[in-house]
C-alpha cells in the first residue's frame, strides 16, 4: 500500500521521507558548508592549522605545487610556511581561479602568468588569492 492511498496521513508520511533523504544529504555536506563559511583568518592561524585534518578542509599551498617544475624544491614547496588550511570549497575556488584567464595579468591564467616568476612574485599572487576569496585576512 502505497503512501498516496492513506489521504493525509500518506501525504505526510511522503513528506517525512523527502525530509529526511534531504536531511541525510545535508549532513554529509555540512561539514563543507560550515567551512566555508568560516571568516576569514590570519596567516599564523591558517598555517597552525595546516597539519590538522577536519572534513570540510583541505591543505592548500599558497605557492602552488606546479612551481615545483619551475624551478623550486619540493622543500620550499612543502614547507610549514607554504601550507595553510583552508575550506574545501574555497580551496576549489582558489584552483579554478588560477586556471582562467585574468585581466590583472595580460589575460593570461594566474599560473600562466607565475611561469618563471620569482618565489617571492608567487607568494604575493597566492597571498592575494586567499585574500580574495575571504580567507586570509587582509
Do not use: C
Not at 24 to 33: M, R
Not at 109 to 130: I, N, Q, T
Amino acid at each position: 500500500m502505497g503512501n498516496a492511498t492513506l489521504g493525509p496521513a500518506g501525504e505526510y508520511l511522503t513528506a517525512l521521507e523527502a525530509a529526511a533523504k534531504t536531511a541525510s544529504w545535508l549532513y554529509d555536506k555540512y561539514p563543507y558548508i560550515k567551512a566555508y563559511l568560516d571568516g576569514p583568518k590570519s596567516l599564523e592561524e591558517l598555517q597552525r592549522d595546516g597539519g590538522k585534518r577536519e572534513t570540510g578542509y583541505e591543505v592548500h599551498h599558497i605557492v602552488e605545487q606546479t612551481a615545483a617544475r619551475d624551478g623550486h624544491s619540493r622543500e620550499d614547496i612543502d614547507g610549514p610556511d607554504n601550507l595553510v588550511r583552508i575550506p574545501t570549497l574555497k580551496h576549489w575556488e582558489i584552483t579554478g581561479w588560477y586556471m582562467t584567464p585574468n585581466e590583472d595579468f595580460g589575460y593570461l591564467s594566474p599560473r600562466e602568468y607565475l611561469r618563471g616568476k620569482s618565489w617571492e612574485e608567487k607568494r604575493r599572487v597566492g597571498l592575494d588569492a586567499l585574500i580574495d576569496s575571504g580567507v586570509l585576512k587582509p
